[in-house]
Nanobody, 122 residues
Framework: QVQLVESSGGLVQAGGSLRLSCAAS????????WGWFRQAPGKEREFVAA??????SYTDSVKGRFTVSRDNVKNTVYLQMDSLKPEDTAVYYC?????????????????WGQGTQVTVSS
């Protein structure tokens, strides 16, 4: 069984930065694809970014501000968030899929983290 544990989020002012991490334990592979999703209050969970072995994908609203990276030795994925905006406030979830494409479809992901709150103040 695979478990994903996310780092704590936090409160940051608009324009600031925050880095999230998510570590996997259990039987994983460096070929798996990582994903990040978020859910704002009153909204459905949405795709943020994904990273396969060779490709990354971002939703338009975070392009140029967020960067996803991975450390296969540590079985960890990171989400560097810069130039944060109040509309980035949400619970952020990491996810892992047994597949090689950085897809945005939540159904494609097999394992999920517990979620962590990110609040951006104006």
């Amino acid at each position: 069984q695979v478990q994903l544990v996310e780092s704590s989020g936090g409160l940051v002012q608009a324009g600031g930065s925050l880095r999230l991490s998510c570590a996997a334990s259990g039987r994983t592979s460096s070929t798996y694809t990582w994903g990040w999703f978020r859910q704002a209050p009153g909204k459905e969970r949405e795709f943020v970014a994904a990273m396969s072995v060779s490709r990354t994908s971002y939703t338009d609203s975070v392009k140029g501000r967020f960067t996803v990276s991975r450390d296969n030795v540590k079985n960890t994925v990171y989400l560097q968030m810069d130039s944060l905006k109040p509309e980035d406030t949400a619970v952020y979830y990491c996810a892992l899929r047994v597949g090689v494409a950085p897809v945005a479809d939540q159904i494609a992901y097999d394992y999920w983290g517990q979620g962590t709150q990110v609040t951006v103040s104006s």
